[in-house]
């Protein structure tokens, strides 16, 4: 659990900075595609890094094991698909491209761990 709260405050922390760093000092530097990358990245690692906080909690008053699961999966999601996006932005480093969609399916998974634990909600 402290992992996790922990990885998402870096997570969001890094969000807000990456955002604004590529808004204000990519935006002359970087090729149209290159920046559609980066501002892809930012969202994801974004809306995600929300999504394992709220897991978080909800595990908090409901301990059900699929959710710290699905959290995990979010975060592995954020590492493979927001950070192959980075790379592909800022380097010429195209082999990691093929590593995107594995995290796509980390993101996936976590969101199917959600939809499992709801299943097994009890009132």
């Known amino acids: 659990m402290k992992f996790l709260l922990s990885f998402t405050a870096v997570s969001g922390s890094l969000s807000v900075i990456l955002g604004a760093f590529g808004a204000h000092a990519l935006k002359d530097t970087l090729s149209a595609e290159s920046l559609g990358y980066f501002h892809t990245a930012v969202e994801y690692q974004l809306i995600h890094t929300v999504a394992i906080l709220v897991f978080v909690a909800f595990y908090r008053s409901w301990r059900n094991e699929w959710l710290i ?4 999966s979010m975060a592995a999601g954020i590492v493979f698909f927001s950070g192959s996006l980075y790379v592909l932005a800022l380097t010429t480093l195209k082999w990691v491209g093929p590593i995107t969609p594995l995290g796509g399916l980390f993101f996936i998974a ?7 634990a709801a299943y097994e909600y009890e009132h």
Do not use: D, F, H, N
């Not at 699961?69 to 995990?72: D, E, I, L, S, T």
């Not at 976590?110 to 499992?116: D, E, N, Y």
């Open 69 to 72: 699961w699905g959290a995990r």
């Open 110 to 116: 976590g969101w199917i761990c959600l939809l499992v």
